[in-house]
């Protein structure tokens, strides 16, 4: 058994919640957990802390949690101090299709059943207090590619996977129809065919592949005794990747699938990147530098390694709206995910009334959308929303997000704003903030990589102290040229490969400059 990490938060609050929940992302991220599984803890973590917060009464007076790691799977031990409240009970546990509003935490309870692989409830009398442990088994990945080979003749087939099995997982076929039965339930890297077979030969079970959206670019080997000039034509009009003339040699084969499977990959990294690189450059955040009396900056770094960080805006009739969004993950997916919710937050941003709570409407349709979409629940993200009004007037709305800072020139200061994590809770409420910011003063909104992209807990206080003292060093400086002072020092103290990093800056405008 290895303890990775154990903390109380007291009091047991939604603001401390999502400070638990950044602790336990940043452990995660240090021990190496996918970033799959390391959202499901997350986001199995915030809907117990917000049921309990939200569901329970009396309410905890603290929640703690334990992460630890113990033959082959994590454990996530959350105690609180609450009433009993088992949320592992079949009553308690709603269907994933249906949901009742009277029963506000079902869903959620039931997404934590079909997130984790296990789940465990007990009540600790003697000290007071309950123990809701979820695991989480470690499956280690099969590295071999998988190689389907089909071949009319028994022996064949053996002498082909003798050649083979040491270097891929393999599949057998005695025909093309027995191979397109097997390519619709199997993830299958390369087929290798003979093309002489009665019924459905190698050439008709190549040409039934191109009708198959799946398996249309499966890399493809072709064996046969016939060097035929008219079959060899025909199967390079079908795009087959090799042609191969029996008999065929242990060395001849292994080559041949390792090269075919070789050009595969890169050209699959080729396309990946291009894309990766053009919805990368579509969602880089920028703003205006002046709407309706305010002034603002941005500066951002992008990993390129998937996810991202989203600003997005919309100048209304009397007002300016801002979102700074953060979508976790580190894959092409995440990548898509990001492009996904920018197109539906923009939607929001405008059909919300702006002059009726518009942060805390959004947000509360955000997590609904991130709850109940098919697409958008499948990642974790975060959101700021803003609206600047005239004369320093401002509503501030947060969900999971890490807390502005407002600096002036007697020092700086998180605003007390916070929420529950998006697609945590059905029917979410946030609350909004109202502020005046004064002539002279700043606000400051960022992404957690800012302050948290550090290689441990140590690094990480020294990085955000660092920040701090930067936001507030460059008070005096004009906004564009402050943002890239901090960024710098985010680059001396910080790791710029390890999270995406979006700083926005906000100040009334200085009239004396336009």
């Not at 692989?117 to 695991?135: A, F, G, I, K, S």
């Not at 997005?312 to 007002?319: A, C, I, R, T």
């Not at 709570?357 to 349709?365: D, E, V």
């Not at 955000?464 to 943002?483: K, N």
Request: charged share 25%; with cysteine; aromatic share 8%.
């Amino acid at each position: 058994m290895v303890s990775v990490f154990q903390h109380e938060y007291r009091p047991a609050t939604l603001k401390n919640m999502n400070e638990a929940r950044q602790a336990l992302c940043r452990i995660l991220k240090q021990r190496g957990v996918e970033e799959s599984l390391s959202q499901k803890v997350q986001l199995c973590f915030s809907e117990a802390c917000a049921n309990l917060i939200k569901h329970t009464e009396p309410k905890p007076c603290f929640i703690s949690f334990n992460l630890e790691y113990k033959t082959g799977a994590w454990n996530l031990h959350i105690h609180d101090d609450s009433k009993s409240w088992d949320p592992t009970l079949p009553k308690r546990v709603q269907s994933l299709d249906t949901f009742e509003e009277e029963k506000q935490g079902g869903r959620g309870l039931a997404l934590m059943q079909s997130l984790s692989d296990e789940m465990h409830y007990y009540v600790q009398e003697t000290r007071n207090q309950n123990q809701l442990t979820l695991t989480w088994h470690i499956k280690k990945p099969i590295q071999k590619p998988c190689v389907l080979i089909v071949d009319d003749d028994e022996c064949q087939r053996r002498l082909y996977s003798a050649y083979l099995n040491e270097h891929y997982n393999l599949l057998e076929a005695d025909s093309g129809q027995s191979a397109l039965d097997i390519l619709k339930t199997q993830r299958v890297e390369l087929v290798i065919s003979d093309i002489r077979m009665p019924g459905m030969d190698g050439l008709s079970l190549k040409k039934a592949l191109h009708m198959d959206t799946d398996n249309l670019l499966t890399p493809f080997i072709f064996l046969t005794f016939d060097d035929n000039l008219e079959i060899r034509e025909d199967a390079q009009d079908l795009g087959v990747d090799d042609y191969i003339i029996k008999p065929v040699t242990k060395t001849l084969l292994y080559q041949s699938a390792q090269r075919v499977l070789k050009r595969t990959e890169q050209i699959y990294r080729q396309l990946t990147d291009r894309v990766n690189k053009r919805i990368t450059n579509t969602l880089t955040p920028s703003l205006p530098k002046k709407a309706y009396g305010w002034e603002m900056a941005v500066a951002s770094q992008n990993t390129g390694l998937g996810g991202g960080d989203l600003v997005l805006y919309k100048e209304g009739d009397s007002s300016f709206m801002l979102n700074l969004v953060d979508v976790m993950g580190h894959d092409v997916a995440a990548k898509f995910f990001s492009y996904a919710y920018a197109g539906y937050l923009r939607g929001l941003m405008h059909h919300i009334d702006e002059n009726n709570n518009p942060t805390a409407s959004l947000l509360g349709l955000l997590s609904d959308s991130a709850l109940q979409d098919g697409l958008l629940s499948q990642v974790i993200l975060t959101c700021c929303s803003l609206i600047l009004k005239p004369e320093g007037a401002l509503e501030i709305a947060s969900a999971g997000h890490p807390s502005p800072y407002l600096i002036s020139e007697n020092g700086i200061r998180k605003l007390d704003i916070g929420g529950v994590l998006p697609g945590v809770l059905y029917g979410a409420q946030y609350q909004s903030m109202q502020i005046r910011i004064a002539k002279g003063e700043r606000l400051a909104i960022y992404t957690d990589g800012l302050i948290e992209a550090a290689k441990d807990d140590r690094a990480r206080q020294d990085l955000e102290r660092e920040i701090v003292l930067s936001l507030h060093a460059t008070l005096a400086l004009p906004l564009e040229e402050a943002t890239q002072k901090v960024m710098e020092t985010f680059d001396k103290f910080g790791m710029k490969n390890k999270d995406d990093v979006t700083l926005v800056l906000i100040q009334r405008e200085n009239k004396s400059n336009s």
